[in-house]
């Protein structure tokens, strides 16, 4: 079987490819950007497509590349872009029109092209890496959420088209890995409000997948993987 994991450059997009690997998966990863890490995908197999989902092209050329293929039967839609709204209001359009392109118009021509393929597959499944604070926008990350949430509604609407042949669900990270760019004082504070008060890591989400992937009995459902943060910010 074959998966295929946007977003695979760095942090939760190559650690799933690697266990997926490990699990005995054919996987395919788009990535943005190069990184002298890629190599250790390709060391163990993984078919590499770089691609910027802003542009509906490149989003045009993973599916090419899958199309070699007869054996797609998961994808993972973890690619995201991410950062604070800006003061100006020209960027805050443009920052929406890249969140927009990058968390719902690449995952909707992923999912439109490819679930005949995924549909011949006996338990094709797709899953949506979405956010727990779709339920708790912030203002300075209105783009971010919104078009998070939106990711959200898109997955719920191709559970109910593409079912019963193909699976649709989502999972909600929250505080699994901090950015290198929060300080001690923002993680104690994000913990503070956790209740499990510890940072997840990387294996929680792939544990989630690995459920998805074998109950097939679930489609529309979104699992939190937030070490029950959303109680605090919900």
Known sequence: MRALVTGCGRRLGFYLCEQLVAAGWQVMGS?????????????????????????????????????AHEDLALIIHNASAF???????????AQFEQFYR??????????RAL??????????GIIHITDIYIHAPAPQFAAYVATKAGAHSLAM??????????RVNTIEPGP??????????????VLAKTPLAREG?????????????????MT??????????ALAVI
């Not at 990058?102 to 999912?111: E, I, K, T, Y």
């Not at 609407?157 to 193909?166: D, I, T, W």
Request: aromatic share 6%; proline share 7%; charged share 25%.
């Open 83 to 93: 950062e604070p709204q800006a003061a100006d209001p020209a960027v805050q359009l």
């Open 176 to 189: 699994i890995l901090f950015l290198d760019e929060h300080g001690d004082d923002w993680r104690q504070q």
């Open 31 to 67: 990535y943005r950007s190069e990184r002298p890490e890629l190599d250790r995908l390709r060391d163990v197999g993984v078919e590499l497509v770089q691609a910027d989902f802003t542009r509906e092209e490149e989003v045009g050329a993973v599916v090419t590349a899958l199309a």
């Open 220 to 229: 529309g459902a979104s699992i939190r993987v937030d070490g029950g943060r």
């Open 201 to 217: 890591g990387l294996e929680p989400i792939w544990q989630a997948v690995q459920m998805l992937m074998k109950n097939d009995y």
């Open 157 to 166: 609407s191709f559970a109910r088209e593409l079912a019963p042949a193909v």
């Open 102 to 111: 990058v968390h719902m118009a690449a995952p909707f021509q992923l999912n």
């Open 115 to 124: 679930a005949p393929a995924l549909a011949r597959q006996p338990n094709g």
